[in-house]
């Protein structure tokens, strides 16, 4: 009969458990979380479902200034991105896709850079193949829909009116829905 301990062996049971557990934790949050809409009253920043979308100055790849106001009258899906940010990658062939199946019907779709250079950008819209318009943000946007997630859309209806607001990468479905209100 041994007289060893059988704590050591207990202890490393123990300690592959709770290795396993941290292992799944760990590749659980890797992944994406579902796409939450905001509603209702919900905000980002001073924009609010159901009220006027504020007004931002935004800069063309050509330097010139433009406006949402320039917009009126038509249903606006602003999204707001990165070149570096990954989730923006991923929706940018569903922005695309839809924006062509839906510009004949008035849609306008302003992609929204986040403060980078035109030399950076360009490249970036060549490899997506966006024909949409994209703009350049020198912070005024990100401030005004006080930006705390990349990517973000913004829907916007024929009268200015703020019909959907999502944080985060936005699945074909959820896409989809978000225009229904506005188109």
Known sequence: MSTEPRAPVAGWIIAAALFAIAAVIFV????????VP??????????????????????GLDGRHVSFAAYRGKPVWVNFFATWCPPC???????????????????????????????????????????????????????????IALPTSVFIDRNGVV????????????????LAKIL
């Open 28 to 35: 659980t949050s890797l992944q994406r979380p579902a796409a």
């Open 38 to 59: 905001l509603t209702g009253n919900q905000t980002s920043g001073s924009a609010r479902v159901g009220m006027a979308a504020p007004d931002v100055d935004l800069v």
């Open 89 to 147: 990658k991923e929706e940018l062939p569903e922005i695309e896709k839809r924006y062509q199946l839906s510009h004949a019907r008035g849609l306008v779709v302003l992609g929204v850079d986040q403060q980078e250079t035109p030399a950076l950008i360009k490249p970036f819209i060549a490899r997506f193949g966006l024909r949409y318009p994209v703009l350049i943000d020198n912070g005024q946007g990100a401030i005004t829909y006080d930006l």
């Open 163 to 178: 019909r959907f607001i999502q944080l985060g990468e936005m699945s074909p479905l959820l896409m989809d829905t978000a």
